[in-house]
T-cell receptor
Framework: GAGVSQTPSNKVTEKGKYVELRCDPI?????LYWYRQSLGQGPEFLIY????????DSGLPNDRFFAVRPEGSVSTLKIQRTERGDSAVYLC???????????FGPGTRLLVL | ELKVEQNPLFLSMQEGKNYTIYCNYS?????LYWYRQDPGKSLESLFV?????AVKQEGRLMASLDTKARLSTLHITAAVHDLSATYFC?????????????FGKGTKLSVKP
């Protein structure tokens, strides 16, 4: 079946611009997670949704970062006033109810010039 | 602050040899996750260890969990080139199953003929 999909696969933007990254989870998965992975590092937790609500947003680095999941399926991660330090691969994962495994998408590679 | 430490960070081994990757974590948790990442690709779930003493095996990989020692091991038996990848362990931030995973830095494994 279809896995987690993320669009765009690559995004190049200029410092100060606004970007949106999209995640389509596996159909029926209620939990959705965003992570950020810098080169040579492990993924860093950003935010976790259970259904439509953000169950834990403690990983968002500052108020420039915001994520929504209005209908409990697709999620959008929004970054305002991008900075060069935001450059990373943004990974999305989803999991069904009562299953421990998180299924990761291919990621969006963001480059801020 | 929860820390997840892996060692070694880099491992070069010959085909046919055995080796163990170690994952230590700094908080109480009764579950631990292992993922594999190929270059330029996303993360693939390998094992979910759900209790103290849990042992799981898949092919040439075997993972175990000692929650008292806060230690998990990933043992590689008779390595083959196809196992070359980066391996991450991860622990739930709150020690349960909330899903906000804290990852180690990864162990980059290179298996040479």
């Amino acid at each position: 079946g279809a896995g987690v999909s993320q669009t765009p696969s690559n995004k190049v933007t200029e410092k100060g611009k606004y970007v949106e990254l999209r995640c389509d989870p596996i159909s029926g998965h209620t939990a959705l997670y965003w992570y950020r992975q810098s080169l040579g590092q492990g993924p860093e937790f950003l935010i976790y949704f259970q259904g439509t609500g953000a169950a834990d947003d403690s990983g968002l680095p500052n108020d420039r970062f915001f994520a929504v999941r209005p209908e409990g399926s697709v999620s959008t991660l929004k970054i305002q006033r991008t900075e060069r330090g935001d450059s990373a691969v943004y990974l999305c994962a989803s999991s069904p109810v009562r299953e421990e495994t998180q299924y990761f998408g291919p990621g969006t590679r963001l480059l801020v010039l | 602050e929860l820390k997840v430490e892996q060692n070694p960070l880099f491992l070069s081994m010959q085909e046919g040899k055995n080796y163990t990757i170690y994952c230590n974590y700094s908080t109480t948790s009764d579950r631990l996750y292992w993922y594999r990442q190929d270059p330029g690709k996303s993360l693939e779930s390998l094992f979910v260890l759900l209790s103290n003493g849990a042992v799981k095996q898949e092919g040439r990989l075997m993972a175990s969990l000692d929650t008292k020692a806060r230690l998990s091991t990933l043992h590689i038996t008779a390595a083959v080139h196809d196992l070359s990848a980066t391996y991450f362990c991860a622990v739930d931030k709150y020690g349960g199953s909330q899903g906000n995973l804290i990852f180690g830095k990864g162990t980059k494994l290179s298996v040479k003929p």
